[in-house]
Antibody
Framework: QMQLQESGPGLLKPLETLSLTCNVS??????????WGWIRQPPGEALEWLGA???????LDNPSLKSRVTMSVDTSKNAFSLKLTSVTAADTARYYC???????????????WGQGILVSVSS | QSALTQPASVSGSPGQSITISCTGT?????????VSWYQQRPGNAPKLIIY???SRPSGVSNRFSGSRSGNTASLTISGLQAEDEATYYC??????????FGGGTKVTVL
């Protein structure tokens, strides 16, 4: 059964870098045809897509984040990671990792999600 | 401000049918068959319930159905049940940003 689990710090100070890891079980990042993505949800607000990465290291990201996002994969650990630089209070959110189905070059859907990790930014 | 427009809330009585709309443009919802819907119960992660406009993943109730007309996609829940109380999000491929979500619609069962 497919499972994803986020890990990382729950509290950051402004201007620090957020680093999260998603550990995957039940599928192999190396051999999967899926992308692996990040979505966040501020408290009481809607979902926002952050980006996605393929096992080759190819990435797609949300232009609105203006290059603050870096993603990577660690095939030896069957995990992928997110870094978000220069965080502010506006980055306070629950961060989800998910498996992403692409059809060719087109995003199709997120079919498995982690439970999410709450990250707060406060001085 | 979310790129795909959904009503903030929809309500219905048990057994009724309700429909949630998701309006975009021909650069996203109207231009590609890659519209998906997610159900998010309080405290839980979103769950995929519709993909490719009208397809249902294995295990999802056939009370959930999807459709599209022009730049507006719709999710219909028939035979509304108490367990359907949740927030529903639409999502679409976008030529501009790759992935778009709607603002979410809270469904209340009266």
């Amino acid at each position: 059964q497919m499972q994803l689990q986020e890990s990382g710090p729950g509290l950051l100070k402004p201007l620090e870098t957020l680093s999260l890891t998603c550990n995957v079980s039940g599928d192999s990042i190396t051999t999967s045809r899926h992308y692996w993505g990040w979505i966040r949800q501020p408290p009481g607000e809607a979902l926002e897509w952050l980006g996605a990465i393929f096992s080759t290291g190819r990435t797609l990201d949300n232009p609105s984040l203006k290059s603050r996002v870096t993603m990577s994969v660690d095939t030896s650990k069957n995990a992928f990671s997110l870094k978000l630089t220069s965080v502010t209070a506006a980055d306070t959110a629950r961060y989800y990792c998910a498996r992403v189905r692409f059809s060719g070059l087109f995003y199709n859907y997120f079919d498995s999600w982690g439970q999410g990790i709450l990250v707060s930014v406060s001085s | 401000q979310s790129a795909l427009t959904q009503p903030a809330s929809v309500s219905g009585s048990p057994g009724q049918s309700i429909t949630i709309s998701c309006t975009g443009t021909n650069s996203d919802v109207g231009g590609y068959n890659y519209v998906s819907w997610y159900q998010q119960r309080p405290g839980n992660a979103p769950k995929l319930i519709i993909y490719e406009v009208r397809s249902r993943p294995s295990g999802v109730s056939n009370r959930f159905s999807g459709s599209r007309s022009g730049n507006t996609a719709s999710l219909t829940i028939s035979g509304l049940q108490a367990e359907d109380e949740a927030t529903y999000y639409c999502s679409s491929y976008s030529r501009r940003t790759t992935v778009m979500f709607g603002g979410g619609t809270k469904v209340t069962v009266l």
